[in-house]
């Protein structure tokens, strides 16, 4: 297990992103994006084109290198297919990376007890450019306390849901019947 994550549909993280930009409080941000990418619009009407936009948008809740794999087991595997309610509050973003801040729940939609996320910032990174990490997302706090980077607080947290899974180290949701 690479990591655990709750995986967030991108046509619902590119939607919190349009709503979003149709209020006018993202325009700096989708300038940006296309200042750096070769084409950046709305596409399908589900999500953006671009080829720096994240496609497998989550939460990572643990990661191999911070935990063990007996730990994200134990702590996970009950878990597994659990839809989670996310409150999306703001969306931070520098030259490197962008992310969507995220509130999770104590709990699961059916009520059994979620562990926290053991990043500080918790997000859904969105945006990535090129020679950047999605990694880097974990520092845009920081950086936005220093005037490095940007952020756009929400009129109100915007819901949306996701499920708990488990990622291999090629960057893919390990099927239930695998675990």
């Not at 104590?106 to 926290?116: C, F, S």
Request: charged fraction near 30%; aromatic fraction near 10%.
């Amino acid at each position: 297990i690479k990591l655990v994550s709750i995986d967030v549909p991108l046509t619902q993280v590119h939607r919190i992103v349009k709503d979003q930009e149709a209020n006018g409080t993202l325009s700096e941000f989708l300038k940006m994006c296309m200042e750096l990418e070769d084409e950046v619009e709305w596409w399908d009407k589900d999500h953006y084109k671009g080829e720096r936009f994240v496609k497998k948008t989550h939460i990572t809740m643990r990661f191999w290198q911070e935990t063990t794999q007996s730990e994200m087991k134990d702590q996970f595997m009950s878990l597994l297919g659990a839809s989670v309610e996310i409150k999306a509050t703001a969306l931070l973003w520098d030259e490197t990376v962008a992310a969507l801040e995220v509130i999770i729940p104590e709990a699961t939609m059916d009520g059994r007890a979620l562990p926290a996320s053991n990043n500080e910032f918790v997000h859904i990174t969105i945006w990535v450019a090129k020679d950047a990490k999605a990694s880097m997302s974990n520092r845009l706090p920081d950086r936005w306390k220093k005037g490095e980077a940007q952020r756009v607080e929400f009129a109100a947290p915007i819901t949306t849901f996701g499920s708990i899974s488990f990622w291999d180290f090629e960057n893919n949701p390990i099927p239930a019947e695998e675990n």
